[in-house]
């Protein structure tokens, strides 16, 4: 699995009608290695410069949780 570094954050309150249903939700764009991604986050809050690591793919989208 991969894992990187957020670079930036946010929470997503007013989502698209096909998340709609899941909003709250929080978003990251995380750096892996000088690439950066655009993943959805789980579980705890994650803020910048917290390490991140792919938990699973969804809905072709990547999902990222916090290294505790």
Do not use: N
């Amino acid at each position: 699995m991969r894992q990187g570094t957020v670079y930036t954050e946010t929470i997503i309150h007013s989502a698209p009608e096909q998340f709609a249903a899941e909003a709250p939700y929080q978003i990251a764009v995380v750096d892996l290695d000088g690439a950066r991604l655009l993943v959805r986050i789980a579980g705890a809050r994650v803020q910048i410069g917290d390490l991140v690591r792919e938990i699973e793919s969804q809905s072709g989208y990547p999902i990222f949780e916090v290294v505790s």
